[in-house]
């Protein structure tokens, strides 16, 4: 029960980010949602994986490592309350 409402609270809030811009987020948190996003969505990152990338895909894979500690749903609670602060502004 309370990871269905986990769940509901993390895709409401994505459903949110998704209808912000760019420009009126700051790139530590445009960094930040991403990391929590694909922690809660992919796990924990798998260099492995990755062949080559840009500067910019440096940074997101910076920021998704230093979260890898996080479990899915910590990832997701972490994404919400963003959004939620983003909100009270």
């Given at each position: 029960?309370?990871?269905?409402?986990?769940?509901?609270?993390?895709?409401?809030?994505?459903?949110?980010?998704?209808?912000?811009?760019?420009?009126?987020?700051?790139?530590d948190?445009?960094?930040?949602?991403?990391a929590?996003?694909?922690?809660?969505?992919?796990?924990?990152?798998?260099?492995?994986?990755?062949?080559?990338?840009?500067?910019?895909?440096?940074?997101?894979?910076?920021?998704w490592?230093?979260?890898?500690?996080?479990?899915?749903?910590?990832?997701?609670?972490?994404?919400?309350?963003?959004?939620?602060?983003?909100?009270?502004?």
């Open positions: 029960m309370i990871e269905k409402d986990l769940n509901t609270r993390f895709l409401k809030a994505v459903e949110i980010a998704s209808e912000m811009t760019q420009a009126s987020l700051p790139q948190v445009q960094l930040r949602l991403y929590f996003y694909k922690q809660s969505t992919l796990g924990t990152l798998d260099l492995k994986q990755l062949s080559y990338y840009h500067l910019r895909d440096a940074f997101k894979t910076n920021a490592m230093q979260i890898s500690h996080l479990t899915a749903d910590e990832a997701k609670q972490q994404y919400i309350e963003i959004i939620d602060s983003l909100l009270k502004k």
